[in-house]
């Protein structure tokens, strides 16, 4: 029994870690994101096809 519980344990405990860095490569795409946005529409006279 002791041995379920240690098992779950280990698995929430990597769930919220997973979370976390799951969490902060989304922020961090967004941010990217946002800034290569504003970088393309600040330079968007300079943009020829």
Do not use: H, P
Request: no cysteine; hydrophobic share 50%.
């Amino acid at each position: 029994m002791e041995k379920i519980y240690k098992t779950m344990r280990d698995t929430g405990a990597g769930s919220i870690a997973l979370g976390i860095v799951i969490l902060v490569a989304g922020i961090t795409v967004g941010i990217i994101s946002i800034i290569n946005g504003t970088i393309l529409l600040k330079r968007k006279n300079e943009l020829t096809f």
